[in-house]
């Protein structure tokens, strides 16, 4: 009966008491451990680390996640080792059309932060016009929703000249707008 009794405490594994990340170069800890935190006190079984390795996935810029158990009397402290991937990316852009040359710059970071939040801010310019963007975004979670501001402003300089290439109509256009959303 004794050893009935060791069989079966063996098959269940000790509760989950931390998960700690190694490798995070740009994110915050404490962004992944609200993520990872309803598995503490659950068993350290297969079958968690695998729901915790899935739910690093999901975040979208983890890659070689590789989960170690370290077990001691008091529970399993997982050792979460992980890289992060490019997040901040510049998109520089350039073009010509009827001999007329156009460039700019946009900035995109999709962990700007190291916070899981979204940024862009960029803008183009040519002989005639230029303009700009910003945004800022912060993705819904748990039973909170996501923000997302955006701006942008601009000018436009155009020219109609008749058949004779004299002016006919000379214009600046100015224009900006602004917006707030909530996404869930």
Known sequence: MILNFAASTAIFASPVKSIKFEGLKKTKDFVLQKDVEKFIGKEADEETLHEIETVLQKEGFLTDIQLS?????????ITASVKEKITFIPLPIFSVSDGKAM???FILDTNAFGLKHNFVIGGYASSSEYSGILMYGRPPHDYFPGITFFASAGKRNLEFVDTDDEDCIDFDMKSGSAGLALTE
Do not use: I, K, R
């Not at 158990?69 to 529970?75: L, P, R, V």
């Open 69 to 77: 158990q370290n077990e001691s009397a008091d529970g399993v402290e």
């Open 103 to 105: 460039g700019g710059l």
